[in-house]
């Protein structure tokens, strides 16, 4: 149930839906006082969240920032979590923009940095249907004929916590010792590092798949832009995510 409802609530906490009611709002209110206070509420929520600028400086101090030497070491395990990749109308997969992810597995795996990949992800949909992310990456992962016996797949988490549960039972059944590098998106991160620490697991952050760019200030980023409101709700999810996984047990 709770899994459900989570899935259901996120969408009442993005901006565009919050601009929404309130164009609703606006347009629909009989009280002429209502009608005004919520189009001007709605073009101050729209500057802001297309701002890239502020999405900007928001991002880089909510980011994991790159690992300084956590590749310098040698590692049982690293660990790469789903949610880079998709099911297309055939029953297969894709990889999606947050590819990143897995490419830097592999990267640390080759370079041998890592004796071991394992790669955590079922399906998180609602009507997950039968595609496994985890079962379709270690398809790919034989194409890029990296050995069986360096692979571990867990296909049935449907989201982070149970990334972490699931992935513990395996790496204690596999007699690896930590500490292990945890691979994910950037953003992703501050959350993941700490339902993983949570769960008893040593891991290194090893973040991925950074969608901001540096500190440098640019024009375009006083222009609206409404990829960044896009992007914003990616954030919005990751802090009421960090704020209530804190609070779980």
């Not at 990949?117 to 949909?125: D, K, M, R, S, V």
């Not at 930590?178 to 950037?186: F, G, K």
Request: aromatic share 14%.
């Amino acid at each position: 149930m709770y899994f459900i409802f989570s899935k259901l609530l996120v969408i009442f906490i993005y901006p565009f839906t919050w601009i929404l009611v309130l164009l609703a709002i606006a347009l629909f209110a009989k009280n002429k006082k209502y009608k005004h206070r919520s189009l001007i509420a709605a073009i101050i929520i729209a500057v802001v969240f297309s701002n890239p600028f502020l999405f900007n400086k928001f991002a880089n101090m909510w980011d994991t920032p790159p690992p300084k030497d956590a590749d310098t070491a040698h590692y049982n395990c690293v660990i790469v979590l789903g949610g880079f990749s998709n099911s297309n109308r055939n029953g297969g997969g894709y990889f999606n923009p947050s590819a990143d992810r897995f490419l830097q597995g592999i990267k640390l795996l080759l370079n041998k940095k890592a004796g071991h990949i394992l790669i955590t992800g079922g399906n998180g949909n609602l009507a997950p249907g039968g595609f496994r992310e985890a079962l379709w990456v270690q398809k790919q992962l034989k194409e890029f004929n990296i050995p069986d016996s360096t692979v571990l797949i867990e296909s049935n988490s449907r989201n982070t916590v149970e990334n972490a549960k699931y992935t513990k039972q395996l790496l204690d059944s596999a007699h690896l010792a930590s500490p292990y590098l945890l691979v994910t998106s950037a953003y992703h991160m501050p959350r993941s590092l700490m339902i993983f620490k949570k769960m008893g697991l040593n891991v290194i952050p090893y973040p991925a798949n950074y969608i901001t760019r540096n500190n440098k200030v640019e024009a375009s980023d006083f222009v609206p832009d409404a990829g960044v409101l896009y992007n914003w709700n990616t954030y919005i999810k990751e802090i009421i995510g960090y704020v209530v996984n804190s609070f779980a047990k």
